[in-house]
């Protein structure tokens, strides 16, 4: 079945450093990869996506590339602010319609 | 649009008691998902609908979770009867089938808690 790996948090950051999570996935056949965010206190929201192989979903400075050949969805920022403190999902959808969520990673960014 | 509505926002309630939650989609969405978080278990999907059918319940944990979708625009959860062990963040999303990748709009989440 499919599975979504991510690197365990918790992450804690100085403002302006530079963000890594990774993500991994094991899936059959083609899936989409999404990165999903999670304020305190609310419901996830999508942050970005990709839908085959080499693409790059960005939003709001984040980027992710769809990387087939290590089967990998790396979340990456180059300068974080404390705004951007929250949780991370990585997901997969597969043929089937349904998302597969990594465990979530929890970043902290101190001012 | 206002989103994902759901309602309670938070519910507490003694064991042995039926809970029941609450979500409006997303005017025009054609799927809604109803998901599970907790600490131990990170975010489950609990049971999805397209057109108001069910059509993949395999994540609903045993036979005291039902959910209905009586119309486009509500769905229920219900849980009779509650346990400790239901404690939870429970979300509804939904999303508009589009052959693609698409986006699930996830509502703000009831809260329970079973004493």
């Known amino acids: 079945g499919n599975s979504v790996t991510q690197m365990e948090g918790p992450v804690t950051l100085s403002e302006e450093a530079f963000l890594t999570i990774n993500c991994t996935y094991t899936a059959t056949g083609y899936p989409s990869l999404f990165w999903y965010v999670q304020y305190p206190g609310e419901g996830l929201q999508l942050l970005l996506k990709a839908t085959k192989a080499d693409d790059k979903g960005s939003n709001k400075g984040f980027e992710a590339t769809y990387r087939k050949e290590t089967t990998s969805f790396h979340l990456e920022k180059g300068s974080v602010q404390v705004s951007d403190s929250a949780v991370y999902f990585c997901a997969l959808q597969g043929s089937n319609y349904k998302l597969t969520f990594g465990k979530g990673t929890l970043l902290t960014v101190n001012p | 649009d206002a989103g994902v509505i759901q309602s309670p926002r938070h519910e507490v309630t003694e064991m042995g008691q039926e809970v029941t939650l609450r979500c409006k989609p997303i005017s025009g969405h054609d799927y809604l998902f109803w998901y599970r978080q907790t600490m131990m278990r990170g975010l489950e999907l609990l049971i999805y609908f397209n057109n108001n059918v069910p059509i993949d319940d395999s994540g609903m944990p045993e036979d005291r979770f039902s959910a209905k979708m009586p119309n486009a625009s509500f769905s229920t959860l219900k849980i009779q009867p509650s346990e400790p062990r239901d404690s939870a963040v429970y979300f509804c999303?939904?999303?508009?089938?589009?052959?693609?990748?698409?986006?699930?709009?996830f509502g703000p989440g009831t809260r329970l808690t079973v004493l």
């Open positions: 999303a939904s999303s508009l089938a589009s052959g693609g990748a698409d986006t699930q709009y």
